[in-house]
Each structure stands twice: as structure tokens, then as C-alpha cells.
């Protein structure tokens, strides 16, 4: 069983069905790919092998289809909320009561779960005018946009949207950013209006009740008023392991310990991915590939020590 249908759970999937296991994939989500896909579907990603550039929802339906011919089932939009030991196996079970065994658990549940930092002045405005991520770009043409934030998702929102809005101005409330100096400079070379030292203080409807407009106050600029059909708050989220935390793994600040062989402190549960640590770990989307790989094939002895720990290259297998 695969907990977390983030890239790397999907990729696990795939793997464990080249490796002849039947798996099944539970996340809290009601859609699979993770983080990706409940943040940034729209948004470019350049660390992964073989591509130059791929969009984040392209990226989670490759993965998709290539786990299908060995057809995991997926348990999508519930949580795992326990985990006991059997005889020769492991039962998770699920919000509802559902009890799901397996001979071994991966998780991949990535940051865990995720509540974006909430925007003061848009209390009672989500879902009328304010969102936290952008699934689908087209929404939003020939509108203004008003980003709040000072991260590399504020600014990739920015980057993103320039050329399908109206107007795209950036509101963070220090001088400084969090986002890559390399990030900042390509929205800035886009004319993006930013404002900075200032935070949004109101948000104001039209007369059919969606939003019209923000009201800003800048150190500089003192009281601005712009135009605006969507705020997108990027500010963050935070976020937490939820149940698994009490499964009696070893955590630290939200990450999974784990050995050479991706297992954890509990027999027949391994993690991958970036909710697993280990001395000198990178957190990229190609690392927790390689991660699942490893745990997957260290499940495939565990379930039947006869089986060879490497089974060859996947490419000799048709």
C-alpha cells in the first residue's frame, strides 16, 4: 500500500507493478498528484530527467499512465488514519473505518498535509475573488490580478499569469523576498508592477457582489487602490503529518527517518519521497523517483525472499 499520491507515490505505483505487486494508493486528496496538482498544476517544473520543461499537471498525468497497465487501485480523497501490525502483514485503516491489508506500506506523503497562511483582509473571500493556487490559467484572462507574497510561488503565479491576465501587480509586505533572485529579476523584466513594504487592507465588491477592487497601504506609495477581479494569496502554508505522526515512526520537523533501504523504524513500513530524511538528503522530484525504486524493491524481498533484490532494467522487461 502506497500512502501519498504525490509524483513519488505514483511513480511507486508504477513500480511496484513492474515488479509484480498489486498496490493500492490512498491520499486525502480527491485527485492524484499530490502537491502538484492542489498547487501548482500550471506551473513549470525543470528538475526531472528527460525534460526539459514540463507543465506540473502534464508531469502527474504521464506518471498516471504509466502506472495504469498495472492498475493500482485508488482510495482518493481519504485519509489513513491507522496502522496495526498482522501476522505477515500490515492493516491501515482508513477515515470511514475501512481497513486496507498489505504486506507493507510505503509512505509518500510528501510535506503531509497542507492549510495555506491565511490573508487578513480576505476573510469571508475565498472562493468569490480570493484563491491560494491557480489550477487552471484560462480562468483568469483578461483580468487583474492582484499576487501577495514575496516566495517563488507568488512570483511563478506572476510569471505565469502575465501573458493571460490584464494586469498582474505583486504585493509583499517587506522589501525582501524569498523567491530566487533569478525569479524576481524574470518577473521584474516583465514590467510586472511590485510593490512592496505594503499589505492589502481591504477588498471591496461590485454591485453583483464579486470583487472589484483592493485597497493597499505602502510605506512609499501611502494608500493604493487597484483594480482587481482576483487576489491570489501565496503566502504560504503550513503543514503537518496528521495521523501518521502517531505511528510510532521516528520523525523530526515533519520528515520519516529512514535506512539505506528507505525502511522506517516499523517492520514492513518504508517512506520515500519528501516526507523521508536522511543525512545529506535533497529534497527533488527526481530524488523521491529513485527513492521509490529502492523501497519498492526492498518491499518485493521482504514479501518473497527468493526475489533478487535488482530485477534488471525495465527496459529488458518487453
Known sequence: MIVGAGPTGLFGAYYAGFRGLSTAVVDSLPEAGGQVTAMYPEK???DVGGFAAVRGRDLVKGL???????????LLGRKAEGLAHTEDGVDVTLDGGQVVRAGAVLITAGIGEFTPRPLPAGDGWLGRGMVHFVPALDVHA??????????????DWVIALHPIARSVTLVHRRARFRAAESIVGQARALGTRIITDAEVIAMRDD???GLAEVEIEAKEEGTVVLPAQTVVAALGFTADLGPIENWGLEIDHRSIAVDTTMATARERVYAAGDVAAYPGKVKLIAT?????????????V???PQAHLFPGHSSNDG
Do not use: K
Not at 499512465?65 to 487501485?73: C, G, L, N, R
Not at 501577495?148 to 510561488?153: A, I
Open 142 to 155: 483578461g483580468q487583474d490580478v492582484v499576487v501577495v507574497g514575496g516566495g517563488d510561488s507568488a512570483f
Open 207 to 209: 454591485e453583483d457582489g
Open 64 to 74: 498516471v499512465e504509466q502506472a495504469a497497465p498495472f492498475e493500482p487501485a485508488y
Open 302 to 304: 521482504l514479501l518473497d
Open 44 to 46: 513549470m517544473i525543470y
Open 288 to 300: 523521491g523517483f529513485g527513492e521509490a525504486a529502492t523501497a519498492v524493491n526492498n518491499i518485493a
